[in-house]
């Protein structure tokens, strides 16, 4: 083999050979000096060129962003930066980049321009790791559950119903808008509709999973979702991947066992793959921090990850919850925007006091109001709350929401009558409570809040390749 990656030169250092290796180049110094970059590692990797052997008209095409195939012998580096390097036989221009219009310059450019030239971005180093470490950690989500005995099943992207009740669906119009059927009545007339009824975009594959642990016991998707909320924060798109667990016999401690076990196995994971990726992630934020006022630096990407590893995710209740942000002197000093009393759904600023000022950990939060969480949570005894469980990490916020689920038909019946959903609608998620029901618990897991959560970045528009967010649909 002749053909290397730069992740694989620095691994096999095969110093004396005659090797092929291709990238972009990020600069070149001197004419004499390339730093070249394939993506398949944070590093560059440097090739010197003996510019009088090669002519002018050549040398001038070697840009930042162009596109080269290099040939030549590998050398330990008398320089410092690197172990070893290349000295250049041969160079084919594959794609030449004008140095005056190529938008990427070899200096730090800000995230909110990247994001206009997502297109572009992959080609940076920032983007780089932090698509690298997305890749390890989706892979280290299948690695987990098929080491657990769980199947990987597909639940639909185009369905009929709201999983969560929220109303936040993105319609999907199987009618020809020039030619729509109309009724006599003037009315569009849905009956000709491709599905011959209204459907939409999936907001969680929960149900269909539910379905599926019924049956097959363990299982999980791992799935575009989409939600058509209109809130243009750092943590919200309107399309974003989720990972939904699902576990037949599984009651709610079951079930927060199994979300931390997770959560750290794919972290650790995360660490040990990635590592020169996390590092780099690391010293960014290290950077990017250091304008801020040191009381409101938030802990080193590295420190952060291994302490989170280390340390127990602290549990409490809701209604603890409350009494700990009612006692908060942020409470007293009148510091939440939202004020805060049994029943409230908790605000960021609330989930961020608790996980950030009081408990520093990653917490589970459960038994929430029945009233503020969607309708398939199984009631607890006393009728007020339900047996959900959020877990919430520093920096974030919720990055988990599950539950135990309304299992008994009578009481999930009437909690579909109190919500205000069609029981006709749901009537082959009822089924499953009419014939073989069983206790069973599952939980969603925002997989680009965790990509944000391991990488330090702090906007979800960062964490995925071509971010949806409301008037956001360029690339
Ligand atoms: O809390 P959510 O809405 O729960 C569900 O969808 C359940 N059906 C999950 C289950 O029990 N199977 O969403 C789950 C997680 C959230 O905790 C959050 O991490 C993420 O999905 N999430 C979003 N991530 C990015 N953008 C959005 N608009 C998100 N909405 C939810
Ligand atoms: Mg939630």
């Known amino acids: 083999k002749s053909t290397y990656s730069v992740a694989e030169l620095y691994e096999k250092k095969p110093i004396g050979e005659f090797v092929t290796l291709s990238g972009w180049v990020r600069t070149f110094r001197s004419n004499r000096f390339i730093s070249l970059n394939d993506g398949s590692t944070v590093s560059n990797f440097q090739c010197v060129l003996d510019y009088e052997k090669f002519d002018d008209t050549l040398l001038k095409k070697i840009n930042t962003g162009t596109c080269l195939t290099l040939k030549g012998k590998i050398a330990e580096s008398p320089g410092k930066g690197q172990p070893i390097e290349m000295l250049v036989e041969s160079v084919e221009i594959l794609g030449e980049s004008d140095p005056e219009k190529y938008p990427l310059q070899p200096k730090k450019h800000s995230l909110e321009f990247l994001r206009e030239i997502a297109h572009l971005r992959p080609r940076t180093s920032t983007f780089g790791a932090v698509f690298r470490v997305r890749h390890h950690l989706a892979y280290a989500i299948h690695d987990f559950f098929n080491r657990n005995g769980f199947f990987y099943i597909h639940s639909p992207i185009i369905t009929a119903s709201d999983a969560e009740g929220a109303g936040e669906l993105f319609n999907v119009s199987t009618l020809d808008k020039k030619n729509i059927p109309l009724t006599e009545g003037g009315e569009v007339d849905f009956s000709k509709d491709f599905f011959g009824k209204e459907a939409n975009l999936t907001v969680s594959g929960q149900l269909e999973a539910e379905l599926l642990a019924m049956g097959l016991g363990k299982v999980y998707t791992f799935g575009p979702t ?27 401690s079951d079930n927060m066992e199994l979300a931390e076990e997770f959560l750290k196995y794919i972290i650790s994971y995360a660490l040990e793959k990635a590592s020169e990726d996390l590092r780099f992630l690391d010293q960014r934020l290290a950077d990017e921090e250091k304008s801020k006022p040191t009381d409101q630096r938030s802990m ?25 942000l009612l006692n908060s002197s942020y409470h007293r000093k009148k510091k939440f925007q939202f004020p805060v009393e ?40 006393d009728e007020k709350t339900v047996r959900a469980m959020d877990i919430l990490v520093p920096g974030i916020g919720e990055i988990v929401g599950g539950s135990q689920r309304e299992e008994r038909y009578d009481v999930l019946l009437q909690k579909i009558k109190q919500f205000g959903i069609s029981e006709h609608s749901l009537w082959w998620y009822l089924d499953t409570r009419k014939f073989g029901t069983c206790p069973h618990s599952g939980f969603g897991l925002g997989f680009e809040r965790l990509v944000q959560f391991v990488t330090g970045m702090s906007n979800i528009r960062d964490v995925i390749p071509f971010p949806r967010t409301p008037g956001n649909c360029e690339f």
């Open 342 to 381: 049994w029943g409230i759904d908790l605000q960021s600023e609330h989930e961020r006091y608790l996980v950030e000022k009081h408990f520093k950990t990653p917490v589970i939060i459960t038994d929430y109001p029945a009233a503020i969480k969607a309708f398939y949570m199984r009631l607890n005894e």
């Open 300 to 324: 080193p990407l590295l420190e952060k990850l291994h302490f989170v590893l280390e340390n127990p995710f602290a549990r409490i209740t809701y209604t603890d919850a409350i009494d700990i």
């Open 226 to 252: 989409f939600r058509a909320e209109n809130s243009n924060t750092t943590r919200h798109l309107a399309e974003f991947w989720m990972i939904e667990p699902e576990m037949a016999f599984y009651q709610l």
